[in-house]
């Protein structure tokens, strides 16, 4: 009979009630814990022994990374043994002319940004969670962030993946090609597949050069639809690094929690917040001028200095822990770009008819078509009440992302908080071609079993 | 039963011995080519017919679009039906706001490009053929070219694709946008699958920013392994937009067909071209003179007009013409970047021990790791006698590929000419799990049948 013991040393397996509490899940609530084990492989190959122990032995393997996931995706809910890559956290190689990094899955994204930054060169991908995710789940959840806008997705920049399917082959995807005209790329396969069709132990990242010192702009836009006028008005004279948006509400939260100055003498409904090279300053003012004359903006201010840009950059990085205490019904979803004020309107109207003492808090990468919609608990409902509500809430809103042919999970993956609801944005027949590349990479069910697509 | 003219009108059919000659086969010689009809569906519903067509008559159809491809991947010759998309040749929708145009297959490359200009808006996927290929075939085989090095590939421009399976099944995959974490990301596996998944109906294609006008460099550069510290040099003062290498003897072979002046009084064993935005011209001007002073560059020009910048591209661009009346024996291989110096070497050195009369004309896209290789027929030689040597040639070279994980089909594909040495850069693991893609995406093996993988 194979055992854990037999793969492992002691210190690299736990099973003890608070290491199962804590890598038994994400930073999702509301599903049950229960893994059996939590194991700690060094290597490839302890990675791929544990699936032949997993197919041995009928047990699932639950991958997990920084455990940031808001989703489920990491949750151990039935007796799995979660691999966490807590331990291969090294660094492999570095590849200069090729502007190439070598990680094993566990290496946190802080630490590539890091890394990059001395080697004089830029991991572009960013979000708050960066100091505790890791590659691995990164690559696994295609994870976005804050610079999508000119840098694109993690997906972007995987080079190459040495993988470990669910029948214990491990597998070298590209191995840093630029250009690799072989057949099926199966990289882009694994890239947001959640750790339901390999278990990712290695990832070749491309860097990309220095960019300069960033500038921020906050403008005050007093409609929705201004807000893609300004977008497409910075767009057509120089390349933003970011552009997100948050609204009046949003504002007010984060304020208060923060104590921080509002950015204008009069309120407005909706703040962009734009970030820029230093060099393209006098683009930007240009830009700037014409949005006011055309009436879609009515203030502004921008960053003297790196201090003030950061200063500006708490207003809409501060607004997710600001509104936690109203324990927000939460959504991530995305529309294409032209389609953002008409669906945001949608939204707005269906919960002011619907649950007219309910308050939506506006916030996201509107640059990139990604909406996070909070809406926030009022005062008078419990916390069961309230979620009771937004599992209510939930399919009306994903029917109104389907009618605009959305994403019901922008950035945040499926797991198993949307996977009931996957049909909204997947077809039928995609949903049973997910299912049969499933069955090809994991014939046993082991990998991730119950996430992304019912077992 | 099922007949084609159920399906399409009489004009959309032919299957006279001309039309089958022309429309049975691409770029590539070689292969017999043995259609028994060519079709030329107007819509999705039209090519979804087809494939129900084909199920029911057990008859293979071969995708075609610009038929530029020199891998043999639209040849037909075995009496399949070939698939034109030259009638689908419409640009459906353009969506500023996402910088979105939704395509049919048969838009051809330059007509997209076109149209994006038309828009202030830009199409950055270019290459020789960009006037007769088709934006279909660009994503069926990821086409790359001359600008990948800022740009990447079709690949990262695809943000939706309309696809029918070999199940007749239309899917409708990403639909335009940017983040999208519901699972599976099937556009990514239909990119570069060379017609063997599906059949490519329409494209929504992203848009770049209009560059500023480019500036063209030539240097002459005197050793292999200089070319990536100039690339080196040059990348950590702006940003390229190409940076491609030929040979002095590819030079003569250019300069002797289309009369073109020596760039430099003296002849160097290897010149870089080099371009980038006007705007970058001073910092470009330092890293010559860095390169110059490091002793890695002899010599240099650079474009004054867009005339001088077009004459200089000419050098490079009129190799692979230049070099067809001594009927090359062609390779388009890639390894990382990194190892370009070490992997010419290793042909050279082959070539010269094993065929010491054969020329070797080295050109291509060095700044990712992209190498045509062209062999010269020796006058002494009869076209059939070189190409049974070059055949003989094949297995080593690629050898040589694999000893460095590089790839034997850089972006020319697969097709019928690489097919049967997928496994000098795939491993045995992935051609089965390619397989079980195919047999999951066509089960009864009609589209482009024997392309890429084995029937």
New interface residues.
Partial sequence: MATLQGILADKQIKSDAESLAVWGKDWTNGFPVAPSAVVFPESNQQVQALVEYALAERVGLVPSGGRTGLSGGAVAGNGEVVVSFDRMNRILDF????R?VTCQAGVITQSLQEYAAEQ?LYYPVDFASAGSSQIGGNVA??A?GIK?IRY??T??WVAGLRVV?GSG?L???N????????????R??F????GT?GLICEVDVRLA?QPAPQMVMVLGVPQVVDL?NV??GF??RL?LSAFEFFSDLALAKVRAHRELPAPFATPVAYYALLEFDEGSLDAAGEAFEYCVEKGWVVDGVVSQSQAQAAALWQLREGISESIAPFTPYKNDL?????QVPEFLADVDQFVQDSYPDFEVCWYG?IG???LHLNILRPQHLSVEEFMAKGHAMSPKIFALVQAR??????????GLL?RDF?NY???E??IR??K??KE??DPAQILNPGK??KA
Wanted: glycine content about 12%; aromatic content about 2%; some cysteine.
């Fill in positions: 590849n200069p002319q090729d190439l004089g959840t295609n976005g999508v694109g997705l997906r972007d399917t082959e597998l070298d995807c191995a840093g090609l630029v250009k690799n005209a072989t057949g099926y790329d199966m882009h396969l890239v947001g597949s959640e069709l050069a893609l977008l497409a767009n057509q390349t995305s529309v294409t770009i032209q990468h990139d078509g990604n042919r959305g994403s019901i999970s922008a950035e945040h993956g499926v949307k996957l944005s997947r077809s027949a995609e071609l997910m049969g590349l090809l990479f992304l697509l």
